[in-house]
């Protein structure tokens, strides 16, 4: 039995133990509601790609419009706080990402709780990091990296403190105790550019920054941390093919919604959801992107998610991690 099918007999099981829609569900939602998919990141990323893929896929299915709203700013806290404090009606869904769970510890004195003022409606899918060098670098493979970095200070760029490729890093310096030195960028394209210059010796990057760069011949890719090889970079070995299996990082993407939002709506919500992810089409216009499908439902993401919460927490106050 192929994969595929091994996983929608496993989702069918799931929605099936849910059992007919009650009025709640039937009643939502009502012709001329519009719902408010809020994306706390800029346009353009992966967050908002996925998004409006769901949010595309949403409409056509309920026939209501789905009007994704990007707010960004606040390390994703403006978004997240707007939901937080909406009606719980579930006509306003967030988006997250990996940053929020670290942002529970980077930010104790939010003006919103993520755990107690948001509900999980669905995880949809994860883009893994991949750890590159310059392509003249003298390190070859993770193990070179290890080593090297216990001999000398190497200097590794992300995106921003708080982010997920410093994340990745304080990671992998726990994991080896090893003291890389962190240095934040505005963003991937500039960190991108002086690690391709030789100015920065690595990147625990997010895969879409830097996978075009490693195919062009521009950087090296030493391990991605990732379950399984990606279709994209076939040659590139999991960590755990490379000998550090605690290093498997994916800035996931999720939906969230307010609280106190009736069960009911949340599980239509993460029934199709699910539905959507599992569709050829939407798998495959994922997988372009770079993302690994394996949507969870509400329940099973809520563990996850707690998990997540919990691991990132620990790796922040080791690593003593601030938001600035």
Not at 18 to 26: D, F, K, T
Not at 159 to 173: E, Q, R, V, Y
Not at 199 to 207: A, E, G, H, R
Not at 234 to 241: A, F, G, K, Y
Request: hydrophobic share 45%; proline share 7%.
């Amino acid at each position: 039995m192929k994969r595929r099918d091994i996983v929608m007999g496993a989702a069918g099981a799931s929605l099936a133990g849910w059992s007919g829609l009650s009025a709640a569900q039937a009643d939502f939602p009502k012709s001329g509601t519009n719902i408010k998919y809020v994306v706390p990141f800029a346009p353009g990323g992966l967050t908002d790609v996925m998004a409006r893929i769901v949010g595309q896929k949403l409409n056509e299915a309920w026939k209501v419009p789905v009007l994704i709203e990007n707010k960004a700013g606040g390390n994703a806290q403006i978004g997240a706080e707007q939901v937080a404090k909406s009606a719980p009606d579930g006509s306003s869904l967030l988006a997250i990402t990996l940053t929020h769970a670290a942002n529970v510890a980077l930010f104790p004195n939010a003006p919103y709780s993520f755990m107690r003022d948001l509900r999980p409606v669905a995880l949809l899918a994860g883009s893994p990091m991949l750890i590159v060098v310059p392509a003249n670098s003298p390190i070859k493979d993770l193990q070179d990296l290890i080593a090297v970095s216990k001999t000398r200070q190497l200097n590794a760029g992300s995106s921003g403190n708080g982010t997920p490729p410093h994340l990745t890093m304080a990671l992998f310096n726990d994991l080896n105790k090893t003291k890389m030195t962190h240095v934040p960028y505005r963003g991937g394209a500039p960190s991108m550019t002086d690690l391709i210059g030789g100015q920065l010796d690595v990147i625990f990057s997010n895969f879409p920054e830097s996978v075009a760069h490693v195919k062009g011949g521009k950087l090296r890719a030493l391990a991605i941390c990732s379950l399984g090889r990606h279709p994209q970079v076939p040659d590139v070995p999991t960590t755990l093919e490379a000998g550090m299996p605690g290093l498997f990082v994916e800035n996931w993407t999720a939906a969230m919604i307010q609280s106190k939002t009736p069960d009911a709506i949340v599980d239509k919500y993460s029934r199709e959801m699910i539905k959507i992810m599992f569709s050829r089409e939407v798998e495959e216009r994922a997988r372009q992107q770079g993302f690994r499908v394996s949507p969870k439902g509400a329940d099973e993401f809520a563990v996850f998610l707690k998990g997540e919460v919990e691991r990132w927490s620990r790796i922040i106050k080791t690593a003593k991690i601030t938001a600035t």
